[in-house]
């Protein structure tokens, strides 16, 4: 089945503490992103990746790392998280016409 | 840059009414556009596109029609069912392939 997963699904965690949320995709595509949905905003992009060593900022990238070691995985790593960070995360993998999105992360940081 | 622009919710119909949920955008070019769907608690899903002017996007009795002379891509349904009830974007892919999303509508189906 062609799926794109995250993990993890939840996550609280402390202002400062170093997270990875992993993202993974089976459909061989090059095109993998990040977006942060939230309300009233819509989803906004944080990274996008257009292949492998190939990483490029959104609309909404401080505060965000990524990295694209291999085809499949797209890691989001937040180095110091904080407050304004709390949100709920999408990862998508994309074709030639159409993105595949990931079940979220609901991230809280306190 | 590009922009998406949707009507507000919430939107709150009985079961089979009639829907609209209007989108405008701004590109340059031409875009192709989308409607996705997020229903509780998930991730959000395609539900119909359209990639040139004039083209008319449907599933699962949803339509779009492309509209470029005033630049809108609206969303309908004859009958709304509850199980429709969620989340609906409207969002545009320009040259590259960057989603720009609309700020979501809230559909809520009484039965």
């Known amino acids: 089945e062609a799926q794109v997963t995250q993990n993890p699904r939840y996550l609280i965690t402390v202002t400062g503490k170093k997270l990875t949320v992993t993202c993974s995709q089976n459909?061989?595509?090059?095109?993998m992103s990040w977006y942060r949905q939230d309300p009233g905003l819509g989803l906004r992009q944080i990274y996008y990746?257009?292949?492998?060593?190939?990483?490029d900022k959104g609309d909404v990238p401080e505060g965000y790392k990524v990295s694209r070691k291999e085809k499949r995985n797209f890691p989001l790593i937040l180095e110091s998280p904080s407050p304004n960070q709390t949100s709920l995360y999408f990862c998508?993998?994309?074709?030639?016409?159409?993105?595949?999105f990931g079940p979220g992360t609901r991230l809280t940081v306190l | 840059g590009n922009s998406v622009t949707q009507m507000e919710g919430p939107v709150t119909l009985s079961e089979e009414a009639f829907l609209t949920i209007n989108c405008t955008y701004t590109?340059?070019?031409?875009?192709?556009l989308f409607w996705y769907v997020q229903y509780p608690g998930e991730g959000l899903q395609l539900l119909l596109k359209?990639?040139?002017?004039?083209d008319k996007g449907s599933n699962k009795g949803f339509e779009a029609t492309y509209r470029k002379e005033t630049t809108s891509f609206h969303l309908e349904k004859g009958s709304v069912q509850v199980s429709d009830s969620a989340v609906y974007f409207c969002?545009?892919?320009?040259?590259?392939?960057?989603?720009?999303f609309g700020s979501g509508t809230q559909l809520t189906v009484l039965p």
């Open positions: 998508a993998s994309s074709s030639v016409d159409t993105q595949y």
């Open positions: 459909m061989n595509h090059e095109y």
């Open positions: 990746s257009m292949n492998v060593e190939v990483t």
């Open positions: 590109a340059t070019g031409y875009p192709s």
């Open positions: 359209a990639t040139k002017a004039d």
């Open positions: 969002a545009l892919r320009g040259s590259a392939r960057q989603l720009t």
